[in-house]
């Protein structure tokens, strides 16, 4: 085991996602008491209506109000809520979009990575193990227009599946950054294939999947957040054919749209994938 492996525990992980969550993101949304009440409402008859249907037992209730407990302990709710509800708001947050599909950021997004041009090789270590990847294409809107100075701020695990930031061990901002288009909306970076990733398995998320005897893992991804001035930003992410879980993806963030067509490398040495973004008008 490295010493990755040996730290990339659940608590650690979770704890470092709650404080990214709480630095980045804004809590609070401008939310009528009305559609509070609504929300709430459905949500407990929701959960009422499950512990009817079912005879949900009190040993059964005390064992999910131990569960939700730990979920807390272990800082895991923005991983938990990010594999098994952010889908659907992204659902229904792009309903009307014309342009590329997006997907869930997910839990491991950081802000402010580092700038870099058109062509860039992303930061990573001497030696960084894994498959050489060239991704190369163009932001277009969605009336074809070449979008010159889009930002393609891009972030991935390593081969192993850890990311930095969330994983110790790793340099700040390895396999993260930020590319902006040449003047066609062109881009082209260098980089390695991400691996398949597991979400932590030794906290309360682990032992929820181990009890319904469910899998941990997501297809392997590369994440990114794509953007030009006067444009919707999109979040989305991109697959990579054969992967054994792209069908089964514990966070149900994979669409036909988002895989890519992988070649082999002019080079000789990894695989070239390209892929156009296309973007609404805000
Ligand atoms: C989680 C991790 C990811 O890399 C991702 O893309 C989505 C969710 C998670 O552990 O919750
Ligand atoms: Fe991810």
Redesign the pocket.
């Known amino acids: 085991m490295t010493s990755t492996e040996e730290k990339a525990t659940a608590a650690a992980t979770g704890a470092s996602a709650t404080e990214r969550f709480r630095t980045d993101k804004q809590h609070t949304a401008d939310t009528s008491p009305e559609r509070v009440s609504l929300l709430a409402r459905e949500l407990l008859e929701a959960v009422h209506g499950i512990i009817r249907k079912h005879d949900v037992t009190y040993p059964e209730y005390d064992a999910l109000k131990a569960w939700l407990i730990q979920v807390g302990a272990d800082g895991e709710w923005p991983?938990f809520l990010?594999?098994f509800v952010e889908h659907v708001v992204e659902e229904v947050a792009s309903a009307t979009r014309e342009g590329s599909k997006g997907t869930?950021e997910?839990?491991?997004y950081a802000p402010g990575s580092p700038e870099f041009g058109a062509e860039a090789t992303l930061p990573m270590r001497d030696g960084e193990p894994g498959t050489p990847l060239v991704f190369h294409g163009q932001v277009r809107a969605v009336d074809g227009t070449p979008l010159g100075g889009a930002e393609v701020d891009i972030w991935h695990?390593d081969d192993a599946g850890y990311?930095a930031q969330f994983a110790p061990g790793l340099p700040e901002w390895n396999l993260r950054g930020r590319i902006t288009a040449d003047a066609d909306g062109r881009f082209r970076i260098h980089t390695i294939q991400p691996a398949p990733?597991q979400?932590p398995t030794d906290g309360a998320t682990g032992a929820l999947i181990r009890s319904a005897g469910w899998h941990a893992w997501?297809p392997a991804?590369l994440?990114m957040k794509v953007s030009a001035a006067g444009y919707q930003l999109i979040t989305t992410?991109l697959y990579f054919p054969g992967d054994p879980h792209n069908d089964d993806d514990i966070?149900s963030?994979v669409k036909p749209e988002l895989m890519l067509d992988p070649r082999p490398a002019a080079d000789g040495h990894g695989v070239d994938v390209e892929y156009d973004y296309v973007l609404d008008p805000a």
Request: aromatic share 18%; hydrophobic share 40%; glycine share 6%.
């Open positions: 991983l990010d594999v869930i997910g839990p491991f695990c990311y990733y979400i997501r991804h994440h992410q966070a963030a």
